[in-house]
């Protein structure tokens, strides 16, 4: 006994002395587990890996979950609430305006149809003619008119707001639209005017002071104290007379079009709308204004900074029934320029900077609608200060 213990451990030790080879296993080896003795375990299925977590690994699987994750988290958040008195931006913040039209509905005999039993112009297929920013550029408005073979007994002209101010002629181009029976949004150039006429047309009768005339009619207060805008808006205002100014005070926040095949419900506006909130309670500034979006606190803004409102907009439609879609038509962005999406279309092509004065054309057609951009290249009229010092 003792002989065969010695014989062991001498056994053990020239083992110990032995250099590392891959003959020695590790002591991990030696366990023995419930699924390595137990024939039921099956371990080919154990270690088969389920089909369907493949699908959920792939890169498009990814993509399509962060893209639902950023819908649900911005796109959908801006469904309104129904509980009375709260819910989410929009809904309730917007305060009442007496001097501006919030909606207008376009007048069925200019919506571009489809079928047989479409209403043809007196000359061939109604269009719709919607035209960017044309800020007082009445040449280029001609020009463009010119080279699309605009017919007024056939055509609509539709003018996504900014028509007037920093261009040559804001007072033909209105007296154009006028003539041509042209509908028109309100944008911010034409509400600052307008708010300029107003103040210049009101009367500031000073509260009476100790040397003062108690019954005087005679405004002397400086239109500086209570003006709005800057010198620019009141000298144009005091060009407007009373039928122009009230043509524009005539021009809708909102021309609500109506249903085109292919496009939805669709609505001209000047800036843009806010995702989820109904075109009731669109504040006006935001319709005049906005650019973008805060991703954070979901309330728009017109600075650059930002997420663009088009980009929230795109995913908002995308997660409504397809008869529920809205493709909104707007002007006002010339930094971002020619902007053609599937939900919304930005005209402003900066015309009166040196750009182009951009148009779309909808047609209506026997089979389905046409659309065509039609441009031409425009003047600049704007000096490098002037460029940096005003906005879109």
Known sequence: MDRERRGSWSAQQEQRNKPWTSSRRPLVDFTKNDWQTNPRHDQSDDLQEPPYTTIFRSQRFMRHMAVYMWLEDVGLSYKP???????????????????????????????????????????????LVVVGDVHGCKDELVKLLHKMSFNPKSDHLVLA?????????????????????????????????????????????????????????????????????????????????????????????????????????????????VPGVDLENQDPFNVMNMRTIDRDTLVPSSKRKGVAWTKLWKLYQQSLPHKDRMTVIYGHDSHRGLSIGPYSK???????????????????????????????????????ESKKDEDD
Not at 362 to 384: F, T
């Open 161 to 273: 707001g900014d028509l007037i101010k920093k261009g040559p002629d804001s007072i033909g181009v209105i007296d154009l639209a006028r003539q041509l029976k042209a509908s028109c949004v309100r944008g911010n150039h034409e509400d600052r005017v307008l708010l300029a006429y107003r103040d210049l047309h009101a009367k500031h009768l000073p509260l009476p002071g100790p040397m003062e005339d108690p019954h005087a009619m005679i405004d002397d207060l400086d239109e500086e104290l209570f003006g709005h805008g800057n010198h620019k808006d009141r000298k144009l205002a005091r060009k407007l007379d009373h039928e122009r100014a009230e043509w524009l005070r005539d021009c809708p926040l909102i021309l609500n079009v109506g249903d085109i095949e292919s496009m939805g419900e669709v609505a001209v506006v000047h800036a843009g709308l």
């Open 346 to 384: 930005g005209l402003d092509s900066g015309c009166v900077g040196g750009g182009r004065l951009t148009a779309l054309v909808i047609e209506s057609g026997e089979k389905k609608i046409r659309q065509e951009i039609v441009s031409v290249k425009c003047k600049d009229y704007q000096s490098k």
């Open 81 to 127: 609430s129904n509980i009375s008195g709260g819910g989410r931006y929009g809904v309730n913040v917007r305060p009442k305006f007496t001097d501006m039209l919030q909606i207008k509905a376009l007048d069925k005999q200019f919506v571009p149809s489809t079928g047989m039993g479409r209403l043809l112009g007196e000359d061939g297929e109604r269009r």
